[in-house]
Nanobody
């Protein structure tokens, strides 16, 4: 079984910083795309940032220049450095990864973490 566990969420003041981390574990053959999504109350889940296997990154316009996504393939982790946080960044942040499990017959599937709350408030 595959599990994604997020950490690093919390309460910060506007202009502050947080670093989120997500670790994948289980019977894993390969990890492909990894990313972060967020969902605020009453809104749809939206893409925040994604990093593909080659290292190429994509960011939502709302976080460009403030957030940085990175991955460590050896540790099977993906991180999101969030700087200059704004109240509108408040949401539950979810880790997502496309993973092929270590089985004879396996297809890459998207897996989700349970989410970590980020609250930006003064």
């Amino acid at each position: 079984q595959v599990q994604l566990v997020e950490s690093g969420g919390g309460l910060v003041q506007p202009g502050g910083s947080l670093r989120l981390s997500c670790a994948a574990s289980g019977s894993i053959r390969s990890i492909y795309d990894m990313g972060w999504y967020r969902q605020a109350p009453g809104k749809q889940r939206e893409l925040v940032a994604i990093i593909v296997s080659s290292g190429t990154t994509t960011y939502a316009d709302s976080v460009k220049g403030r957030f940085t996504i990175s991955r460590d393939n050896a540790k099977r982790t993906v991180s999101l450095q969030m700087n200059s946080l704004k109240p509108e960044d408040t949401a539950v942040y979810y880790c997502n990864a496309v993973i092929a499990t270590a089985t004879i017959v396996s297809v890459p599937l998207g897996y989700w973490g349970q989410g970590t709350q980020v609250t930006v408030s003064s």
